[in-house]
């Protein structure tokens, strides 16, 4: 089945995304369309690589992070990032990710989570800064080139 979203007005923090179909763990909610490969970083761009930075297509900008998503990024055929749902949800709730799945810095937003999730970490923080076992839950949410990197830096402090 197809998960419909829209974007909706959510008071403080801005818009934000809803689904307006009830979901399945593992569902597809959005599908990442790449429109701009970008040189450099930017509030809206999707980090794709460790020096790669594109603007997604369609209302992936606008999904909001939350220390406790409902959704993570698996990477499809073009490359692009698509939105998997990792937990059920029902129709009208708000589709999150946590921007650590995708950023291995957070560059562009402000110091202070506004999420409102029990878990939450008070600031948003990039992957770097989680802990392994947040790393191991999102293990087949994260983009690939998150593990790449944490290898990478682990080879380089070996071999110092
Ligand atoms: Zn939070």
Known sequence: MQTKVEMRSCAERGDGIFSTTAFKAGDTIMTGIIQ???????????????????FHA?????????CNPNCGIRVNDMGGHDFIAMKDGSSDEEITFDYAMRNYGIDHFPEECMCGSSNCRGSVTGWQ???????KEYQDFAAPYLFALDDKIRDQRENN
């Open 36 to 54: 701009e490969v970008l040189k450099g970083n930017h509030s809206h761009a999707s980090q794709i690589g460790e020096n790669q930075y594109v």
């Open 58 to 66: 369609g209302l992936i900008s606008k999904v909001n992070h939350s």
């Open 129 to 135: 800064a989680l802990s392994d076992d947040k790393k």
